[in-house]
């Protein structure tokens, strides 16, 4: 029987169609197969499985009586994943509001309703996930997902508290919201603080649940070790009760005040003005979460005269009873130079060394430095430790301001030894100081004692570091007692005594440079001391920038630092059960002392 017409034209136009589909079919599954396996097997592994993060809870950070300074607060955050919700969610919705704390209105809105309804689609949502409350408490959590929500999850997070508020606050630091440590202790000691995240490689199934029986791969996270601080925490609260009287009664610029033993070279207390909250670190600016201890340079005054005092006596170019003409105020020099001397207070005439130690004499000591020579002293100075790091771990610090003789002019040495020509931080002078009361031994200042596990189980203990010997205990005792009569009724700092102990220690002000010059109504007052005298169990420096007395007058050190150091020595003694001890012959007991006039 013959075919119709065209019958065999629709038979290879129908097998073309067959074979050019099944043809782009086989090629396909090659090039998937063939080609392709290996991507699309990774691609498929990654659609299944997943790597869930385990951050790990940050260390505390303790003072060194064990108060908790630092802690980690467990949080959750908790959100909606709206392509898991269900219809019959959506009647849940004023329970859940109700339990977070939340406006009805606002889970609404998070769970995508609109006018009353839920989308037909929920899968087009976007975002995925939405948050409702960031900072909920675990245990108010439990309530919420006793209801069976599944559409409703929570991710575990840590929040960094401070539950002394400002106390120590430069010398902790912060973390900040995105968990990086910012400054301090925190920062400095992240490594020890922050631990070890976990991870775990895992499927995810319906529901985009984890699906714990096929768990690939687990590392446990290891939670961060804690950090045992030399601060003492009613030491630093009497500093910052103080720094708060200087700003009430001096209206400085800003303070400092460091308190050590100077044996060990730890840090009992350090605090500035202005100062910060670090549970509100993002309110305060620069100038306020400064350090001012390790980062503002100044001159250091009258305080560096035990500098140029123990370099001449340990030198052997005078002794105590040497005496110094104070009263000419020209000095010539061996090569017929004549040099310019300083300015005393008050005429002075022929002093003693000694005398031109407890009566702070500008000449007396530009004296001191011209027997030593130019490049003798400028070692000394180096070996008291300024112009160099002080070895303090709490982040930015500055190294002051020392130059080498060779960039020195005429002037320089007569000044430098009454503490100008020089920029010291507030810790240099203070280790200085500390030096001397030790016995002549410069230590590293350190804030952090020991390294320890959440059995209280120490890891790592950090002791004393002493850097070098500077001058022998024999010239630490001569000094010691010049600087105890500085803190007699006779000396500048009268009003540092302490009725019933000995206190050794020196007075300094600087005019501050106003408009490249010094200026006479600006100027930074400060004491630094130790005591008891003969066996010293504290070191206290007080630095007030910009202070004047709201009776009037200039911010001499003796005015606006000393009486400071006073009043914190009085409230360490019975903290500390130092003993009185009375004073040697020939110095004046608090008692009838004149504390009418200043000093510098």
Known sequence: MASRPGTKFRFWILALFFLFGYGAIGYRLVELHAFKSTELVDELESSRFRVLREMPRRGDIFDINGEILATSHIFLEVGVDRHEIKSTDLARIPEIAKNLGLPVSHVREAFGVSEGRLPVDVKSLDPRWKLLKRRVEPRSFEALKALGIRSVTSTKSYEREYPQGDLASHVIGFVRKDGQAAMGVEREFDYYLSGEEGWTETEIGV????????????????????????????????VQKELHQIVNNYHPKAATIIVSDPFTGEILGLGNYPSFNPNAYSKSDDESRKNRALTDILEPGSTFKIVAATAALEERVVNVDTQIDCAQSIAVMPDGYRVKLPRDDHAMGILTVGEVISKSSNRGAAHLGFRLGGQNFYEWVERYGFGEYSGLDLGVESRGILNPPNKWDRLTLSRMTMGHSIAATPIQIHMATSTLANGGVLMTPRVVAAITNYEGEKVVEFGPVPK??????????????????????????????????????????????????????????????????????????????????????????????????????KKLIPHYAISPVPRASGYAHAEGANFSSGGN
């Open 468 to 569: 070098r010997k500077v001058f022998s205990r024999s010239t630490a005792r001569t000094v010691t007692t010049l600087l105890e009569e500085a803190a007699s009724e006779r000396g500048t700092a009268r009003r540092a005594m302490v009725e019933g102990y000995r206190v050794a220690g020196k007075t300094g002000t600087t005019q501050k440079i106003v408009n490249g010059r010094y200026s006479t109504q600006q100027h930074v007052g400060s004491f630094t001391g130790f005591f008891p005298a003969n066996n010293p169990q504290v070191v206290i420096t007080v630095i007030v920038d910009g202070g004047r007395p709201s009776t009037g007058g200039l911010g001499y050190g003796g005015i606006v630092a000393a009486p400071s150091f006073r009043e914190i020595a």
């Open 207 to 238: 529901g985009r649940r984890e699906m714990a029986q096929f768990r690939r791969r687990q590392v446990t996270s290891t939670d961060g070790l804690n950090v045992v601080l030399t601060i003492d925490s009613y030491v630093q609260d009497v």
